[in-house]
């Protein structure tokens, strides 16, 4: 095509010399506004410092907030994994996924559960350790979908779980020498050390057993008259029993370089990340935080794409809706279909005897 004069508008109109159709080219600053919208999500800028204002800036960021940005599969192997979750509301919360360096996965679910975290390890490569804080239902999905991945408990939330159930001031010698035990619990760093901190507490659990057992009667009821102090016992000799407490020291594991302990790389570099910029830009809809959580995991991801090429392969609400509805119509035409013990039994219509009359 070659140039063939101007529009009254004053855009440049060109004709094909082949077949002498005039048309005019459009370039699209969709990918430029992109830009301009994630350099805001990711600062703590206001929308209102942004080029051309509030008004301007809301009205070219309205089609950005309709996109999906969706983890990518990962099949690469990592030495250590750690995952967390973050709740936006009582009923919302984001599942987080993270290697050393990047973000491996997201997904979002009304509760931590078994399911959410399937669906969420399902899409990432098992690594040889996986760091967490216990969240509910993990244990379960890691079994069906990391089977062979070794397990280390924080150090620092098992310290934090023993200090909701004593307190820093315990009014008890029990409880008092509990919570002593769970801090010095951060301070391990070898076998040697391990296996002392073991020793200790074993002895803590044999000279306070008699002091454990007592109980008390509330309205006609026995009950262990130390429960708090019990539940924080409990839950040391859990993680003890199920061997994650110090799969850091493990010499097998630490051939190739020292095991981190706690949670610390998702805590800090994750979650305290998108705690602050929830709270830079409050006033967000549930929904756009969502998003803006997915937005900034993906920008933190290994392999993010250019503005460009974002708009072209994320998906939009409207076929994020579409593909619900295929589901669930799938599901309900299999819900319609005769199950074990829903249909008819051909047996019952051979048999011998009376006609059955409620088959005609």
């Not at 459009?26 to 994630?38: C, T, Y």
């Not at 750690?82 to 290697?99: C, E, F, Q």
């Not at 509910?136 to 979908?145: D, I, L, Q």
């Amino acid at each position: 095509m070659k140039r063939n004069g101007k529009t009254s508008a004053g855009r440049q109109r060109w004709r094909c010399v082949a077949c002498c159709a005039s048309k005019t080219h459009k370039i699209s600053s969709d990918a430029k506004h992109l830009a301009e919208f994630l350099s805001w999500l990711m600062s703590r800028r206001r929308q209102a410092d942004m080029v051309g204002g509030g008004k301007s800036f809301r009205r070219r960021a309205e089609k950005f907030w309709k996109l999906w940005p969706l983890p990518p599969l990962v099949d690469e192997i990592h030495r250590v994994i750690y995952v967390d979750g973050i709740y936006l509301s009582r009923t919302t919360v984001i599942l987080i996924a993270r290697s050393d360096s990047y973000v491996l996965g997201w997904y979002v679910a009304k509760s931590e559960n078994s399911n959410a975290w399937r669906a969420l390890l399902s899409r990432i490569a098992p690594p040889i350790v996986v760091v967490t804080d216990g969240g509910t239902g993990f244990e379960k999905a890691r079994k069906m979908v990391w089977p062979h991945t070794r397990v280390q408990r924080c150090t620092f939330h098992a310290y934090c779980q023993v200090k909701r159930y004593t307190t820093k001031n315990s009014r008890t010698q029990a409880g008092a020498e509990l919570y002593q035990l769970s801090l010095e619990l951060l301070k391990v760093k070898d076998v040697d050390e391990a296996i002392r901190w073991l020793g200790r507490f074993d002895s803590w659990c044999r000279y306070w057993d008699s002091f454990l057992k007592e109980v008390s009667v509330i309205d006609g009821r026995t009950e262990l008259a130390h429960k708090r102090l019990v539940r924080a016992r409990n839950s040391l000799q859990t993680l003890i029993r199920k061997n994650t407490l110090f799969t850091y020291l493990d010499p097998k594991l630490t051939e190739e370089g020292p095991l981190p302990a706690t949670n610390n790389k998702i805590e800090g570099a994750v979650n305290a990340q998108l705690k602050n910029m929830l709270r830079d830009h409050r006033g967000l809809s549930r929904l756009r935080r969502i998003k803006a959580v997915f937005w900034w995991c993906y920008m933190n991801s290994e392999y993010k794409r250019s503005p460009a090429e974002m708009l072209k392969t994320m998906p939009t609400d409207d076929e994020v809706n579409r593909l619900f509805r295929d589901a669930e119509e799938r599901y309900e035409w299999k819900r319609s279909l005769p199950g074990l013990g829903t249909a008819i039994d051909w047996g019952e219509l051979r048999l011998s005897g009376p006609i059955r009359l409620e088959w005609s």
